[in-house]
């Protein structure tokens, strides 16, 4: 398949691997090595850091096929399940709106953060996010975690009005707000985002 080209030339390249399916590979100035990843309703995506081909990347992709296949049908079983909660328990979105921005004014007045405004979104790609002047967001689906999960979410974004950045300061903010900051970072690592699109987890 051809290469797609973004503004800084060859960014991205789709290549199909009999048993796994479509697979991107995309460019990464951040990657220091071949990194593979399968996520529910997202697939396989390889990052290929500078001065490695597409060629040599789809190689290891094709030498970890046992493991590729292992992960893609965890992803799917996880897509399944998360179809069939969309299904069976559907969000009530205005209650589940309440809660959260309910849960972040107590929050932040118990522990004296000051954010400016809340926005509720159902995210693709994050559970939450800080902008630079303080305007919070906090994905809808947060409703459906465990509640020191939820919690988790929103302490993370209101240290983010203090520290914009994951220093080792702001870790340990967190983990006197939370006990185990990157415990529960890892625990919410294991939910997916609940809804087909395509997407990345994320907290940021
Ligand atoms: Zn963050």
């Given at each position: 398949m051809l290469p797609q080209s973004g503004k800084h030339g060859v960014k991205l390249k789709k290549v199909r691997i009999s048993?796994?399916?479509?697979?991107?590979l995309e460019r990464s100035s951040r990657a220091r090595h071949i990194c593979l990843t399968v996520r529910p309703f997202a697939g396989v995506r390889?990052?290929?850091?500078?001065g490695v081909s597409y060629r040599s990347a789809e190689q290891v992709a094709r030498a970890k096929l046992p493991w590729l296949k292992k992960q893609l049908a965890k992803a799917a079983s996880m897509e399944r399940m998360a179809l069939e909660l969309e299904k069976t328990h559907p969000i009530d979105s205005r209650?589940?709106?309440k809660l959260l921005v309910v849960r972040?004014?107590?929050?932040?007045?118990?522990?004296?953060?000051?954010?400016?405004?809340?926005?509720?979104?159902?995210?693709?790609?994050?559970?939450g996010s800080c902008s630079a002047n303080n305007n919070i967001s906090l994905n809808l689906q947060?409703?459906?975690?465990?509640?020191?999960?939820?919690?988790y979410v929103i302490f993370h974004e209101l240290v983010h009005t203090r520290i914009k950045n994951h220093s080792?300061?702001?870790w340990e903010q967190?983990?006197?707000l939370v006990g185990e900051a990157k415990a529960l970072d890892r625990?919410?690592?294991?939910?997916?985002?609940?809804q087909p699109a395509d997407r990345a987890r994320e907290a940021d």
């Open positions: 048993g796994v399916g479509e697979v991107k390889i990052a290929v850091p500078r209650n589940a709106r972040l004014q107590e929050l932040s007045r118990k522990y004296g953060f000051a954010y400016n405004r809340v926005f509720i979104r159902n995210q693709k790609t994050r559970w947060l409703i459906r975690l465990p509640a020191e999960l939820m919690d080792q300061a702001f967190l983990n006197q625990k919410l690592n294991e939910y997916p985002l609940l």
